[in-house]
């Protein structure tokens, strides 16, 4: 069994921790890292790259550009090192397809070094010493194990489908969640009927791509959420400038209890339909009902699903649903169910042995600070979090666009010299009473400038 040691230990390699390893690799830093990851290689919800889907941010928001557009390792580097600049200056789009930021990852992490692929951590605790990790790794493959001594982590795993308890005994072949999708998409073109449950962005895109088959494949299609409609998300230029670190610091410095009652509110902002997906859905309705055709489809909102479990003929499957609206009940037979019942954050398992001295809030959830370090006791060295503070940082945790600020701050945090600038970038809106203030009596110096002569 090896046993390495370094100066931070990075566990999982998604978006975010692969940004990081991108930033530290560009830096002249005396900083020996490890990312380690259980996967063989780089995968951005493979299953979901259905064609035609792009990002829901812009193509800017790639692994590093917000801190530093000079880096080797940006989106705009990648398409001049796939000899593609022009293609994509021609492409005039702004939002890149799904399956090209896949691949501008995966050729990102083909040059660095510090990544392990193939490492499935298994338990984060304290070394022997006292004063640094010892994260333990197994090759999920050949059972391999090794040892890692690192004197800061900082995790990054993501999070997981959400499948409720109630669906948990039917999952397999013909149940399964959107993040299985393109894997199980020709059993639903071979079916006969087809539901889809829920109405965020990946059940959306999956709705639109059976939407577009359904011609040759002839299958009846059901959408049902338990939301009150399928409503896209609040997209709109005004309110993008949330998605900065200036809202990101104002939401930190609120109370916890206003922190929760405002996410509450925030929905729309983050789990919708995005503009162009609910456009295409519509037009292809639409086209279906030229002339006298009529779409074999069914919409229905404010509808959850209750039970799921065989039909009574021992075909398919049985879903008992409530308009909860009204307070009623039907039942509703499908082949092929796909649920689009979201993601959740989970604490990882690997952590336990690091569970009684971390600090919680009243609701138990981890202690973060406002630079993304986790709080405790006895911790031998920094733990840092990436994309598991929302409820303290609020909806701007899992944004594409802000991980590059993210780890920015973590580097600063971690290294001597600070190698990227942490400083609050201006928008136009103000978010807090003391910086509008700020800012409108500065705006007024500038407009009405002493006068000397006076």
Not at 220 to 233: E, I, K, V, Y
Request: aromatic share 10%.
């Amino acid at each position: 069994m090896s046993e390495d040691a370094y100066d931070l230990v990075g566990v999982g390699v998604g978006p975010f921790n692969l940004g990081l390893a991108a930033l530290l690799d560009d830096v002249d830093a005396d900083c020996d890292a490890a990312f380690l990851e259980q996967r063989a290689a780089f995968d951005w919800h493979e299953d979901m790259l259905i064609e035609g889907t792009t990002l829901e941010v812009p193509f800017l928001a790639d692994l590093v550009t917000m801190v530093d557009p000079t880096n080797p390792y940006s989106y705009l580097n990648y398409l001049r090192a796939q000899n593609r600049l022009y293609e994509f200056y021609f492409y005039e789009e702004f939002f890149l397809p799904r399956r090209e930021y896949n691949d501008y990852c995966r050729w990102v992490a083909e040059r660095l070094p510090s990544l392990r692929f193939g490492r499935r951590v298994t338990e984060i605790g304290v070394a022997a010493d006292g004063e640094t990790y010892r994260l333990a790794a197994v090759d999920p493959e050949t059972g391999e194990r090794e040892t890692y001594l690192a004197e800061n982590v900082v995790v990054g795993i993501g999070t997981r489908p959400h499948v409720p308890d109630r669906f948990a005994d039917v999952l397999g072949d013909d149940v399964f969640h959107t993040a299985s999708y393109l894997g199980n998409r020709e059993r639903c073109l071979d079916a006969e009927r087809v539901t889809v449950v829920g109405s965020g962005q990946s059940a959306a895109e999956v709705v639109r791509d059976l939407l577009e088959r359904q011609p040759e494949g002839g299958y009846a299609l059901d959408w049902l959420t338990r939301s009150r409609g399928f409503f896209q998300m609040a997209d709109a230029k005004l309110g993008h400038m949330i998605y900065t670190p200036d809202y990101t610091d104002y939401f930190y410095d609120l109370d916890q209890e206003t922190k929760d009652e405002l996410r509450e509110g925030q929905d729309l902002l983050y789990k919708g339909i995005d503009e162009r997906t609910s456009a295409e859905i519509y037009d292809l309705l639409y086209e279906g009902s030229v002339g006298d055709a009529e779409p074999d489809v069914g919409m229905l909102a404010a509808t959850e699903v209750r039970e799921l479990g065989p039909a009574p003929d021992g075909e398919g499957y049985a879903l008992l649903c409530e308009q909860w609206q009204e307070n009623e009940r039907f039942v509703q037979e499908s082949d092929v169910v796909v649920l689009g019942t979201g993601y959740e954050r989970v604490e990882p398992p690997f952590a336990a042995g690091l569970a009684d001295r971390l600090a919680r809030d009243d609701a138990g959830r981890l202690d973060v600070t406002r630079d993304f370090r986790l709080t405790g006791t006895d911790l031998p060295g920094e733990l840092y979090v990436q994309n598991a503070e929302i409820h303290t940082h609020g909806i701007n945790a899992p944004d594409l666009g802000l991980g590059p600020y993210r780890n920015a701050v973590i580097l600063d945090d971690l290294l001597a010299d600070s190698p990227y600038g942490t400083e609050l970038a201006d928008v136009f809106q103000s978010f807090s009473v003391d910086d509008y203030l700020e800012r409108r009596e500065s705006a007024r110096r500038v407009a009405s400038p002493p006068n000397p002569d006076a």
